[in-house]
């Protein structure tokens, strides 16, 4: 057994932590950007209470509010020639994950010269401003790893880029700030956090930290989810952040694998919702893993509480494989990804993308899937 296990960052978990952003913020910088959405943060207030904690603090901000769904690199770019302009010493992420990821994006573009492209590609760099993160979804994880997932629109390539100074030095994980989402975005923020785990579990980069935290991830999203969508309380909502953060943590440390490489097409190509884009292709993903991850898979089985005593491992695989898709149908996510807008004619183009540059996760994956099999899940996926 060789593995390591790196996490720099300060997790703070609780209602109402928000207030306590300035007095961390101070120890970090003076003049702070507010990386967030256009609308969201300011109708639910989060953002107004993140603003008068850093003022109480006397720490300064702007606001950069252009975060986009899936975000280009060249918005990355953007972001930073900003923060450098207001010459900020601090960046605060607020939002779901891809406000939290252009914060990190956003944090590393402003030391380091040139696209931020090409240093997804080849080129090193290793400084960033000091980021806090605040997450408003139980999806990403982002706040407990050091992964910025991104669009380079020369290549439609959406992938994750990974650099150890883009992990926060705080992250304030606080269940009041995702009270008020709606059912569809619980929904498929959940889901997410779902894969996250799942992914990280079965990956073989995986390690026995990482397999009992996205296990205990795995349980408290299957005990909750239902809940947390169509009858929300604190328990549920409560529950559902901390797995999202738990499974974050398994992200950033075991990878995930095929599923996510397959989605991230979707999303660059379809401008589809993550988490809605995992939903239809995870069927066929999971028989295609099931031979090669059958043990794992029994114990998501238990982990889902499916009574396996009297059940094989590939009997029990199975179970787990038919809850997991019950789940998706319970939740009202998509079902095909033709809803998407997908034809079979964009099959190759979306299999060669995964091919082209999504190795990292396919090498992860139980079984190594070829091109052929990613073509047979996508139009399984139809």
């Known amino acids: 057994m060789d593995f390591s296990f790196y996490l720099p960052t300060r997790i703070l978990f609780g209602r109402g932590k928000i207030k306590e952003v300035g007095l961390h913020a101070k ?13 969201s ?12 904690s850093l003022e109480e603090h006397g720490i300064g901000w702007v606001l950069f509010d252009r975060v986009k769904y899936n975000p280009l690199t060249t918005d990355i770019d953007e ?4 923060a450098r302009e207001n010459e900020v010493d601090l960046v605060i992420g607020l939002g779901g994950g891809t406000a939290m990821d252009t914060a990190k994006g956003v944090a590393f573009a402003v030391l380091n010269d040139g696209p931020i492209a090409d240093y997804m590609e080849s080129k090193s760099g290793e400084k960033a401003l000091p980021i806090i993160l605040i997450p408003t979804t139980a999806g990403t994880g982002s706040e407990a790893n050091n992964i910025a997932v991104m669009t380079n629109p020369s290549t439609m390539a959406k992938k994750g880029f990974r650099n150890p100074s883009i992990f926060a030095k705080v992250s304030i994980v606080d269940p009041e700030l995702m009270d008020s989402l709606p059912p569809k975005i619980t929904a498929s923020t ?4 779902f894969f996250h785990a799942l992914e990280s579990y079965i990956s073989l980069r995986s390690n026995p930290l990482t397999e009992s935290i996205s296990l205990k991830a795995m349980e408290l999203i299957s005990e909750n989810i239902k809940k947390a969508v169509y009858e929300p309380d604190r328990e549920s909502r409560d529950k559902m952040a901390i797995a999202s953060t738990m499974a974050g943590i398994s992200l950033g440390q075991a990878g995930v694998c095929a599923l996510h490489a397959m989605e991230h097409p979707l999303s660059s190509f379809f401008d589809v919702h993550h988490g809605e884009g995992l939903a239809p292709l995870a069927k066929a993903f999971l028989n295609f893993v099931k031979p090669h991850a ?17 059940l094989s491992k590939e009997q029990a695989a199975e179970k787990a494989i038919d809850a997991i898709v019950g789940m998706i149908k319970d939740l009202g996510l998509p079902d095909s990804i033709s809803s998407f807008g997908v034809k079979r004619e964009d099959i ?3 299999a060669l993308n995964v091919k082209n540059y999504m190795v990292h996760n396919l090498s992860a994956t139980p079984g190594n899937p070829a091109f052929d099999d990613i073509v047979k899940i996508y139009t399984e996926s139809m």
């Open 348 to 350: 190759q183009k979306l």
């Open 79 to 82: 972001g930073g020639a900003f």
């Open 41 to 52: 943060a300011k109708k639910t207030g989060s953002l107004e209470r993140l603003t008068k």
């Open 27 to 39: 120890e970090l910088g003076k003049k702070a950007l507010i990386v967030t959405g256009k609308s």
């Open 190 to 193: 959940g889901i997410d956090a």
């Open 294 to 310: 059958c043990q794992k898979l029994s114990k998501v089985a238990e982990v889902m509480k499916i009574d396996t005593a009297n």
